[in-house]
């Protein structure tokens, strides 16, 4: 009997905690997505039923699709679009192979000035990249990168490549030695045991890695301001600006703008969600 009484006590326990800890991640996950059903929610609405219940449907009398064709056919939405897309898939493609080579040479190989390296890393992390706002402009002013999509794909390979090396670190502490060294025995080059051994591994890592480096690239605002404020160069956040005037906003507009925005992120997380989730699982279990 007192048996059967722990165990009910063990198994009420058990479940207790599993509620809470589900109530916390329910809680989370509609704080997170609360802004962006609102953003949608309002961008088929008038100007009037947005400020009138910013929280409600769009009914008969409210819904409208003006903001969406100010934005598709009275704007440049997509070219700021591509621009977005162009900038985004070369730095997160950059920062994944840099950020894989950089985890492997500091991981496998040890060298003089291995320690130093890996703190200068580390301290990319912790310095916020924006600090350097004022140098990283005169330094692509002298390099007559200003006002392309170039300085904006060096700047976001220089801001995701810290953490790109750490997390790829870790998860190539956790690749057998076997597998490198048998590679050796057999005369294989390095190049052809990062590409064809290490690189595959790490795949769900670099999941991870895409997932976080991409985001932020997409979503900023600093640099494209900074660095490239052209017509011919704005990205979908600083094309949305033009739509917020000083004393009236297209809020129309800038919400339909910011919903068409988040549609390819959504696109290449649900590509990314199952090696990103296998990307933080493995990290945790060797």
Known sequence: MKIFNDLLSSSSRNVSKSVTVHAILLAYTVIALFPIIVVIINAFKTRKAIFKDPLGLPDSSSFTLAGFEEVLLRSNFGLYSWNSLVVTLIAVSLVLLLGAMAAWALTEYKFRGNFIVTFLFAMGIMIPIRLGTVSILSLMVELNLANTLTALVLVYIAQGLPLAVYILSEFVRTIPKELTEAARCDAVSEYKIFFCIILPLLKPAMATVA????????????????????????????????????????????????????????ILYTIFSRQLIRGLTSGAVK
């Open 211 to 266: 997932v976080f480096t991409m985001i932020p690239i997409w979503n900023d605002l600093w640099f494209p301001l900074i660095l490239a404020p052209g017509e011919e160069t704005r990205t979908i956040t600083l094309g949305v600006q033009q739509f917020v005037g000083q004393y009236v906003t297209n809020w129309n507009s800038v919400l339909s703008a910011l919903t068409l925005a988040i549609v390819p992120v959504l």
